[in-house]
């Protein structure tokens, strides 16, 4: 690094504030895994990354097809179509690619919902999608109201350049963490009192960092009361192809299409293929939109967002492969579902209990008994001595805003089957010394 | 669907995505019916895109002799770590690549750190991600007019930051004088707006000049003294036609020690260059440290596919390659720029006297009814309609000077601009005579 004068330059109000969120226990971990990361020949000693939600399950079915289909990856038998799609940089994305994608979330939902490609505005990730869409749908100074336990990332995502403010849905254990009407309620009350404008609810469907795939009921439930109140829904579905049994997934769009489409502006789809397909590398997000001055607006304002003409075309030919998509959907949702039995079951040899779930990349577990006392600060205490004594990164409840302490997301899918047995007998080891400390 | 809507924010619903100027609606008219010298030969020509098309073949012989590079070679084992990897430090291959590259651009005149290089996805992220960094709503930027249009909506859609002329003349070539950049600090004081930043593009678009080292250091001295930002947007600097005759603001920065590199950030972008847009390949390269931090947190929401920065590494990383491109290029774009300006000539038209870039900047005042913007406004329609020719209208780009029109002749094949000039040249014989007749 050039070492310069200390900058007396000022910068903007953006720029020196803290709400880019990597001074929170969040980014602290990946720093402390980034300095002594686990590798099974070379550190073994070090720490595990259980705080990225990565999926690495299914990585072979892509290796393989690639194998297969060399030209897919590159511009294969003569470079003819390599000027023509270097030039290509319209906001309205490659037709091929978003018929796939379009396709790709159909085939996720089997049927149970249709997309259309023009409803689909493709942007660099879904970092990027949830942005946008706060951008197009709040004002500086309004809110979006978002169940909690949620994504840490929001915070930064959502409100850092954008100016509005997060007001959390709080959910509990004493239901599943389901969110209820009246929770609903209160959160929107509480914005009505400090005056602040509500202008939508983002959920994330599945859930993260719960694992859990909403019930139709309460999507039913969050659709009546977004309707009542005339705001906005975000549906963040960036996990629906990582819900184990396919049945168990209801989208949003299927709730709007059982209601005949009523009403339906209010509602946005986010979807990417960081998650199911693992491929965060390639930045590829989408909003899909019932509402066409939204989609107008996502489109020109995606110019400072675009996917790489590049990986748009590879992925078209990659996605138009039914044969390969309708195997690797089947296949990552089984090995999902098999590593998340294997964790659960190794958490509960050791004591350990998680909230039943049903999709994603993570479990979310109970630790709370282990608490010297049942604070964030208690919870933060525990953190910092498994991350540094049991050397593995986990994502602690309340930098997910959780309400209740003691809550922790695991990640499961972004390591191999080997490393995964490590973690667990390290939390054995781990819970066994904090029992015997707590017994004396 | 639903006819009344939710209601969206002001940002998504005010008008300065800017797509209403004539620069998008000339677009759209050349959409609806684009020439093609078989198919649609009386189609309108695309002259107000300012891409390079003039050196394909280099990267496709390249790309037919390194096949490897496009796919993941021989064997997928890199293909796994490439599409996990979204680390908003970028590739390090790729990062070093590009310091490379701008360093032989600037025929290693200057040095860059691979470590101050902020990845964004195309030149059109990095101007907003700055114009966030450097200013708070309602500040201003200073930019010397004519300036590109797209400025208009990249700086201050979703920024909320107000650009402020700095207007340039005929009288001098349009150079930027210290009379003007003082005359616009004093406006924006009288409009109690708090300027925050000068945004220079050198080479200029869309003049087609190079900016002269003694303009560049008395720039330099006045942010200095206003104690301001600059930002140096020299996405053509491998346009200019005699490499010698590009001076960059890192030369004036890092001859003579200056103190004042802490204000300076320049842009860049493999859009012009290199002729890839789709690929969405920015940067940011800033001498401040908080600066090159804060850009980076923040390109998160636009960061470039990792597919394509593998991709694009080995290709700049190829020595050879990239000085026989750089070379073969600026010939060409020589030879277009000599070729446009005579076959003007030809027609009774003046150009500016240019030395970079994809354009050039023509002089129609004497074809205009009356000298302002309405009368301008109507020939740019006549020749879009009449002569089927794209042009860019200054007025588009806040020139002050009624008459003066961009443009772009790098986007087409040789034939193609025969077939624009002839139609200029009939075009204006048509004017002259309609002018003598009116006259009479």
Not at chain 1, 231 to 252: C, K, P, Q, R, T
Request: hydrophobic residues 40%.
């Amino acid at each position: 690094m050039v070492k310069g004068a200390e900058s007396c330059v000022p910068l903007s109000e953006v720029a020196t504030s803290n709400t880019h969120g990597e001074d929170s226990p969040y980014f602290a971990g990946w720093k402390a895994y980034d300095e002594d990361p686990y590798d099974a020949a070379s550190n073994p000693a070090g720490v595990i990354q259980m705080g990225l939600a990565e999926n690495q399950v299914s990585f072979d079915l892509l290796e393989k097809y690639l194998d297969q289909h060399p030209g897919a990856s590159g511009w294969g038998c003569g470079i003819s179509g390599f000027r023509e799609n270097a030039l290509f940089q319209d906001y309205h994305g490659l037709q091929t690619f978003r018929q796939e994608m379009a396709t790709f979330m159909e085939q996720i939902r089997e049927g149970r919902a249709k997309f259309d490609p023009e409803r689909i505005v493709l942007t660099a990730g879904a970092t990027a999608a949830n942005e946008l869409l706060t951008f197009i749908l709040a004002d500086p100074g309004d809110c979006l109201l978002i169940p909690t336990p949620y994504y840490p990332g929001f915070d930064r995502d959502l409100r850092w350049r954008t100016g509005v403010r997060i007001i959390p849905v709080h959910c509990s254990s004493s239901n599943g963490f389901q969110v209820t009407l009246q929770a609903l309620e209160d959160a929107y009350v509480k914005a009505e009192g400090m005056k602040i404008r509500v202008r939508g609810l983002l959920l994330t469907n599945p859930s993260n960092p719960l694992g859990t795939a909403i019930a139709r009921h309460v999507l039913e439930e969050v659709l009546d009361f977004v309707t009542q109140k005339d705001i906005h829904l975000i549906s963040d579905e960036i996990y629906s192809g990582s819900v184990f049994s396919s049945d168990e997934f209801v989208s949003v769009a299927e709730i709007v299409e059982a209601r005949g489409y009523e009403d339906c502006d209010r509602v946005h789809i986010v979807y990417s293929l960081s998650k199911d397909l693992g491929l965060p590398g390639f930045r590829v997000g989408a909003i899909y939109s019932y509402n066409d001055r939204v989609v107008t607006a996502a489109r020109r304002m995606s110019s400072f967002t675009l996917v790489s003409s590049q990986t748009q075309r590879m992925l078209a030919s990659m996605l138009a492969d039914r044969g390969f998509t309708e195997n690797y959907l089947k296949t990552n949702r089984e090995r999902l579902k098999n590593r998340r039995d294997f964790i659960t079951e190794g958490l509960k040899n050791a004591g350990i209990e998680c909230l039943p779930g049903n999709a994603g990349l993570f479990c979310w577990m109970n630790l709370a008994p282990l608490l010297e006392e049942p604070t964030r600060e208690g919870e933060l205490r525990l953190w910092s001595l498994i991350v540094h004594e049991a050397k593995l990164n986990i994502s602690p409840g309340s930098s997910c805003h959780c309400s209740e302490a003691g809550w922790f997301r695991v990640c499961f899918a972004n390591m191999s089957q080997q490393t995964l047995e490590v973690a667990l007998r390290r939390i054995k080891d781990f819970m066994k010394n904090m029992k015997a400390k707590q017994e004396k | 669907m639903a006819k009344k809507g939710v209601p969206l924010s002001e940002m998504a619903t005010s008008d300065t995505h800017g797509e209403d100027s004539p620069y998008f609606v000339g677009w759209k008219v050349y959409d609806e019916n684009p020439y093609d010298a078989a198919s649609n030969p009386s189609g309108v020509i695309q002259m107000g895109l300012a891409e390079n098309q003039v050196s394909f073949d280099l990267l496709e012989d390249y790309l037919e002799q390194h096949p490897q590079e496009f796919g993941w070679g021989c064997g997928v084992s890199s293909f796994r770590e490439n599409a996990l990897f979204q680390d908003y430090h970028g590739l390090k291959t790729f990062t070093r690549a590009v310091a490379l590259f701008m360093e032989q651009i600037r025929g290693g005149r200057t040095q860059f750190d691979p470590q101050h290089i902020v990845l964004t996805a195309g030149a059109t992220a990095a101007n907003e991600l700055l114009t966030f960094i450097l200013a708070d709503p309602g500040d201003g930027l200073l930019i010397p007019t004519p300036y590109y249009p797209g400025f208009d909506r990249d700086l201050r859609w979703r920024t909320g930051v107000n650009i402020i002329p700095v207007h340039c003349n005929s009288s001098n070539g349009f150079q930027i004088t210290l009379r003007a950049l003082e005359d616009a600090c004093a406006g924006a004081e009288s409009m109690k707006v708090r300027v925050k930043g000068l945004l220079l593009t050198n080479p200029s678009n869309p003049l087609g000049t190079a900016i002269t080292r003694p303009v560049l250091e008395e720039i330099l001295d006045f942010v200095a003294h206003k104690g301001i930002h600059l930002i140096s947007d020299e996405i053509y600097s491998g346009s200019v036609f005699s490499s010698d005759e590009f001076v960059s603001m890192t030369e004036i920065v890092e001859s003579g020690g200056h103190q004042e590199r802490e204000r300076v950030h320049i842009v860049y972008s493999l859009s012009k260059d290199l002729g890839l847009p789709g690929y969405r390949v920015g940067t940011i390269y800033s001498y401040n440290n908080e600066v090159v931090t804060t850009a980076r947190r923040m390109s998160s929401f636009t960061l470039v596919s990792s597919q394509t920065q593998k991709m694009l590494a080995s290709l700049l990383s190829d020595k050879e390659f990239t000085e026989n491109y750089l070379r073969t290029n600026r010939e060409r774009l020589k030879k277009r720029y000599e070729f446009v300006v005579e076959g003007l000539s030809n027609a009774g038209i003046r150009c500016l006297q240019g030395n970079a870039g994809l354009f050039c900047w023509m002089n129609l005042g004497e074809l205009l009814e009356e000298p302002t913007v309405e009368g301008e406004l109507s020939l740019w329609n006549s020749m879009l309609h009449e002569a089927k020719l794209n042009v860019s209208p200054g007025s588009s780009c806040h020139c002050l000077e009624a008459g003066w029109f961009r443009v772009c002749f790098a986007n087409m094949s040789q034939q193609t601009l025969e077939v624009a000039l002839m139609r200029m040249k009939d075009f204006t014989e048509k004017m002259k005579a309609k002018q003598m007749i009116s006259s009479l």
